[in-house]
């Protein structure tokens, strides 16, 4: 029996920092956790090129486990370096998965027009991150979401909008949740469901995933 571990690397969602993984428990006899951070992209850099970038700091032939729009980053990551599997978590698989309301801002830009220089207003944040409007747990969300960057904030939508993928690499695996506010479940096709799952089903639901994710990534 190989004592080799698994390496495995988080990369949070929109604006998030890697504490929405703190109780993400995969055993440890098994795997090699490791982390990813966002960093403010250069001025016009794309997110091809970002992605490229962020392969730098991981090892090739791991998993890489991205949620929501990190989810879109480990796909692109995948086209620049070789993964032994790529794991999405409350994301999508192609611009064909985007809701309408985001394809509208697309050839609107609207998306332009939002007020992202208040990006100190958690509630508001919390809106564009999480797709929740948030009335309790505050704190706990100024925790999670630290990346408050204007610059880092209008890029990430602007990307997310304007993904061009239309087909995933071949060794993703999506979960993702029934009751996801911010990529509703009618337009995701060939995932693993999760009951009752919403956008920060990572943080919710971190049961099922400590019970499902060891498997899921080793089979």
């Known amino acids: 029996m190989s004592d080799v571990k698994t ?35 250069d001025k016009g850099m794309g997110l091809k090129t970002y992605a490229k970038m962020m392969c730098e700091k991981v090892e090739a032939n791991s998993v890489l486990v991205g949620v929501s729009f990190g989810g879109l980053l480990v796909q692109e990551m995948a086209k620049h370096k070789s993964f032994r599997k790529i794991i999405v978590i409350s994301a999508v698989k192609s611009k064909k998965e985007l809701p309408k309301r985001m394809l509208f801002a697309k050839y609107t830009k609207v998306h332009r027009l939002l007020p992202t220089g208040l990006v100190n207003n958690v509630e508001l944040l919390a809106k564009y991150a999480f797709g929740e409007t948030v009335t309790k747990r505050l704190e706990l969300y100024e925790q999670y979401l630290s990346v408050r960057d204007k610059r880092y904030i209008d890029w990430a939508i602007d990307s997310i909008v304007n993904w061009q993928q239309l087909s995933p ?23 693993i469901p999760v009951r009752n799952g919403t956008h920060t089903m990572i943080i919710h639901r971190v049961k099922w995933f400590n019970e499902n994710l060891p498997t899921i990534i080793l089979e």
């Open 169 to 191: 690499p071949e060794n993703v695996v999506h979960i993702h949740g029934e009751r996801d506010a911010v990529f509703p479940m009618a337009n995701i096709k060939d995932c």
């Open 7 to 41: 390496i495995v690397y988080l990369m949070p969602g929109m604006a998030a920092n890697p504490s929405i993984f703190d109780g993400l428990a995969l055993p440890e006899d098994k795997f090699d956790v490791r982390r990813l951070h966002w960093v403010v992209p």
